[in-house]
Nanobody, 124 residues
Framework: QVQLVESGGGLVQAGDSLRLSCAASGRTFSNYAMGWFRQAPGKEREFVATISWRGGTTYYADSVKGRFTISRDNAKNTVFLQMNSLKPEDTAVYYC?????????????????WGQGTQVTVSS
């Protein structure tokens, strides 16, 4: 079993930056691909970014490409999402997810473990 705890969300203005963190505990974090998803009110959960077990492969949603960066520190069992140039449409609950495979994935059903989410609100 893997436990995931997100942190770093908050209320910011458009153009600001935030860095989300996801701390993992339990099984060997370094063997797992990790991802970030988000869900805005009234919308379905959507893919944001994913990273392979060693960090060599990353994928991003088109809506965040060039603004968000996913990274991981396997020594600290933590994955990060650096969010720059935030827009009001980035407002959502952001979820960290882990999958029991090393290969990154962009679909939510490919993940086995989920955090509780952290709220990000971007005002215009």
């Amino acid at each position: 079993q893997v436990q995931l705890v997100e942190s770093g969300g908050g209320l910011v203005q458009a153009g600001d930056s935030l860095r989300l963190s996801c701390a993992a505990s339990g099984r060997t974090f370094s063997n797992y691909a990790m991802g970030w998803f988000r869900q805005a009110p009234g919308k379905e959960r959507e893919f944001v970014a994913t990273i392979s077990w060693r960090g060599g492969t990353t994928y991003y949603a088109d809506s965040v490409k060039g603004r968000f960066t996913i990274s991981r520190d396997n020594a600290k069992n933590t994955v990060f999402l650096q969010m720059n140039s935030l827009k009001p449409e980035d407002t959502a609950v952001y979820y960290c997810a882990g999958r029991s495979l090393a290969v990154a994935a962009t679909w939510s059903t490919g993940y086995d473990y989920w955090g509780q989410g952290t709220q990000v609100t971007v005002s215009s």
